[in-house]
């Protein structure tokens, strides 16, 4: 993250140099060079540690542990508690320990408690311990991702970010296949569930080096194009700032509709994202693919969301718009949804072609909708709590996600194609409502409808965030 005060001395000395597009292309492409492939490495190793439960399902992983009834959803929703309720202070501990320190910290921590399990109480402990450890990764990728770019040169850089969630996906199941332990004595028969096939010591020890290169190589930048990057930032925001935490702040952001409808959407976008990950095997395996089949026919689905989701971020920047994309996400899910839900006359390639449309449409959707939110958060503290209870809020999903796909309604799952399909509305029917909140919203301040904020004292002023007249939404 850039230092501020380092930063305005940069301002200081370099304020008569005129900054043209080749010094700001140059200050973009080291932060593309620096942060992304970062981020994407640790989110990747995240996301796989996180699903791969899925793939242990078909393996075998219920009768080695012993697991029967709801004992699997228990598993997959008790990683969701400490993950939910840690998002927002880890994001707000950014404020006071630098990223590099922080992100190796808890990746140290969940590499370390992650490994062999021999009963499902272990596997409980395991999964809760993950989701403890890893809560602080995705709320501060995001954050990160608001400190280093404007709002419309985002969306692609996220995109590629969280489609390291795709590439998990695909090849998790071949790469990172759960490895079964099976030895002759009571007691010794167990399940590995490794994220990959490495020593824990030297996979630890790897992670926290790739961590702790956030803060060495964003140290590349000189004080002028750390001037130059804030000053970018600053042009982008108006003065939308928000340095300032107190109860008064606090009710501030707590208190602005725009926030919790944007929780909504990623809510419900999530609910069909996350229950269709956990479940895809599953779901292939009882089309009739054995469960090594089961996982190299989810590869092919998983690359047509890749190029997809691709695709339509570099669009939304290049059209500096986010709605229409999140509207064209939804109506795809809802196709295969409904295709899904009228199965039992339809033939496997049917069913098959129905699961590229909903993992297709999830991942345009999905991405442009967090960067969508995000990018309407002006200043400090407003996007740091903001985008925590963003992410919560999407997480929140997991607890609905794991109960929907109902064992004894297999193989057409009712409950659960329709609670993504009655989800998936609710993504489009909120979407429109923060489009008609955020253009009015607009309207008024060119207007001047909100310049009597203007008039209150300069603490004040300084601390509006996104609520300052100059400030415009992005549609």
Same mark, same amino acid.
């Given at each position: 993250?850039?230092?501020?005060?380092?930063?305005?001395?940069?301002?200081?000395?370099?304020?008569?140099?005129?900054?043209?597009?080749?010094?700001?292309? *140059?200050?973009?492409?080291?932060?593309?060079?620096?942060?992304?492939?970062?981020?994407?490495?640790?989110?990747?190793?995240?996301?796989?540690?996180?699903?791969?439960?899925?793939?242990?399902?078909?393996?075998?992983?219920?009768?080695?542990?012993?697991?029967?009834?709801?004992?699997?959803?228990?598993?997959?929703?008790?990683?969701?508690?400490?993950?939910?309720?840690?998002?927002?202070?880890?994001?707000?501990?950014?404020?006071?320990?630098?990223?590099?320190?922080?992100?190796?910290?808890?990746?140290?921590?969940?590499?370390?408690?992650?490994?062999?399990?021999?009963?499902?109480?272990?596997?409980?402990?395991?999964?809760?311990?993950?989701?403890?450890?890893?809560?602080?990764?995705?709320?501060?990728?995001?954050?990160?991702?608001?400190?280093?770019?404007?709002?419309?040169?985002?969306?692609?850089?996220?995109?590629?970010?969280?489609?390291?969630?795709?590439?998990?996906?695909?090849?998790?199941?071949?790469?990172?296949?759960?490895?079964?332990?099976? *030895?002759?004595?009571?007691?010794?028969?167990? #399940?590995?569930?490794?994220?990959?096939?490495?020593?824990?010591?030297?996979?630890?020890?790897?992670?926290?080096?790739?961590?702790?290169?956030?803060?060495?190589?964003?140290?590349?930048?000189?004080?002028?194009?750390?001037?130059?990057?804030?000053?970018?930032?600053?042009?982008?925001?108006?003065?939308?700032?928000?340095?300032?935490?107190?109860?008064?702040?606090? !009710? *501030?952001?707590?208190?602005?509709?725009?926030?919790?409808?944007?929780?909504?959407?990623?809510?419900?976008?999530?609910?069909?994202?996350?229950?269709?990950?956990?479940?895809?095997?599953?779901?292939?395996?009882?089309?009739?693919?054995?469960?090594?089949?089961?996982?190299?026919?989810?590869?092919?689905?998983?690359?047509?969301?890749?190029?997809?989701?691709?695709?339509?971020?570099?669009?939304?920047?290049?059209? !500096?718009? !986010? #709605?229409?994309?999140?509207?064209?996400?939804?109506?795809?899910?809802?196709?295969?949804?409904?295709?899904?839900?009228?199965?039992?006359?339809?033939?496997?390639?049917?069913?098959?072609?129905?699961?590229?449309?909903?993992?297709?449409?999830?991942?345009?959707?999905?991405?442009?909708?967090?960067?969508?939110?995000?990018?309407?958060?002006?200043?400090?503290?407003?996007?740091?709590?903001?985008?925590?209870?963003?992410?919560?809020?999407?997480?929140?999903?997991?607890?609905?996600?794991?109960?929907?796909?109902?064992?004894?309604?297999?193989?057409?799952?009712?409950?659960?194609?329709?609670?993504?399909?009655?989800?998936?509305?609710?993504?489009?029917?909120?979407?429109?409502?923060?489009?008609?909140?955020?253009?009015?919203?607009?309207?008024?301040?060119?207007?001047?409808?909100?310049?009597? !904020?203007?008039?209150?004292? *300069?603490?004040?002023?300084?601390?509006?965030?996104?609520?300052?007249?100059?400030?415009?939404?992005?549609?």
């Amino acid at each position: 993250m850039v230092n501020s005060s380092t930063a305005k001395v940069g301002v200081l000395n370099s304020s008569k140099e005129t900054w043209d597009s080749k010094a700001e292309a *140059r200050v973009l492409r080291r932060c593309d060079f620096n942060v992304v492939p970062i981020l994407y490495t640790l989110y990747m190793l995240s996301y796989l540690d996180r699903i791969n439960i899925g793939n242990a399902r078909i393996e075998g992983l219920a009768k080695d542990l012993g697991m029967s009834g709801d004992d699997y959803n228990i598993a997959v929703q008790i990683f969701f508690v400490p993950y939910i309720l840690l998002e927002v202070p880890s994001n707000i501990a950014l404020r006071h320990v630098t990223p590099s320190t922080w992100l190796s910290m808890i990746m140290f921590f969940w590499v370390k408690y992650h490994g062999l399990v021999a009963s499902f109480q272990g596997l409980l402990a395991c999964r809760s311990l993950l989701g403890l450890f890893e809560s602080g990764l995705a709320p501060g990728a995001l954050y990160l991702f608001t400190m280093y770019y404007k709002r419309y040169e985002m969306q692609r850089r996220y995109t590629l970010y969280s489609t390291s969630g795709i590439i998990t996906g695909a090849f998790g199941g071949v790469g990172g296949l759960p490895v079964p332990i099976r *030895r002759e004595g009571p007691g010794l028969n167990g #399940f590995v569930v490794p994220s990959i096939r490495s020593s824990e010591d030297g996979r630890s020890r790897r992670l926290r080096r790739v961590a702790m290169l956030i803060g060495r190589r964003t140290q590349n930048l000189d004080d002028n194009e750390r001037a130059l990057l804030l000053h970018r930032l600053e042009n982008d925001d108006g003065y939308a700032k928000m340095d300032h935490l107190d109860r008064a702040t606090l !009710r *501030r952001i707590l208190g602005d509709w725009k926030l919790w409808v944007g929780a909504l959407i990623y809510l419900g976008s999530c609910t069909s994202n996350y229950s269709i990950s956990y479940y895809l095997p599953t779901v292939l395996n009882e089309f009739g693919y054995k469960a090594s089949d089961a996982q190299v026919q989810a590869i092919p689905i998983y690359a047509a969301a890749l190029v997809s989701a691709l695709i339509a971020a570099w669009m939304s920047d290049r059209l !500096r718009h !986010r #709605f229409s994309f999140v509207i064209l996400g939804a109506a795809i899910n809802v196709i295969g949804l409904i295709v899904l839900l009228a199965q039992a006359s339809l033939s496997v390639k049917v069913k098959y072609m129905a699961l590229y449309f909903v993992r297709c449409g999830l991942w345009i959707g999905s991405p442009i909708e967090i960067v969508w939110i995000a990018s309407n958060l002006g200043g400090h503290y407003k996007r740091t709590i903001g985008s925590a209870i963003q992410v919560a809020s999407g997480n929140l999903s997991g607890f609905i996600a794991g109960n929907v796909f109902i064992a004894k309604q297999s193989p057409r799952y009712p409950t659960g194609y329709g609670v993504a399909l009655v989800m998936t509305v609710v993504v489009a029917a909120s979407a429109n409502a923060s489009l008609v909140g955020y253009r009015s919203e607009n309207r008024r301040r060119c207007r001047g409808e909100r310049d009597y !904020r203007l008039q209150t004292n *300069r603490e004040k002023l300084e601390n509006l965030g996104d609520d300052h007249p100059s400030f415009r939404y992005a549609l």
